[in-house]
Each structure stands twice: as C-alpha cells, then as structure tokens.
C-alpha cells in the first residue's frame, strides 16, 4: 500500500490512506478473495472492506467528484 500513496501506512483515518485500503481492498476482492480474507490482510474487519467497496465504486461513477483518488485508481490498475 505504501507504493500507492508514497508514504508508510500507518493505523491512521487519513483520507490518502483510507483511499488507498479502500483501492486495494476493491482489487483484492475482484481477484475473488473474501471481504473477510481481505479485512485480515489489511488490518479492517469485514464490514468496512463491504463499505470501501462502495467507495470505490461511487468513485468510479463519479471520478470528478474524487479527482486524487480516481487518478490513484488509475494509476493502480495499471501497475496490475
């Protein structure tokens, strides 16, 4: 996560950070993992992987409204 966001992820609610878990928590379940599989991985439980989830999709419909992230988004799926 860290290669993302360009600095150390810490136990914080930043938005860069929060965004950033929330990306990859997307990406992660697209691979087929489980939202509670995923939430072990980065450290969330299960229902706050299901919630990024919608972020992220709420991004994808309206990238202007979320201009860094969606260019994070971006710029994430094509490093995959």
Request: net charge negative.
């Amino acid at each position: 996560m860290e290669g993302i966001i360009g600095e150390p992820m810490a136990e914080t609610r930043t938005n860069r950070q929060v965004w950033a878990r929330a990306i990859i928590a997307d990406e992660l379940y697209g691979e087929g993992l489980t939202t509670q599989v995923i939430g072990e991985l980065i450290g969330r439980d299960h229902s706050t992987v299901t919630h990024y989830r919608g972020m992220v999709k709420a991004m994808i419909l309206a990238p202007v409204m979320y201009a860094w992230e969606y260019e994070t988004y971006l710029d994430f799926q094509a490093e995959i």
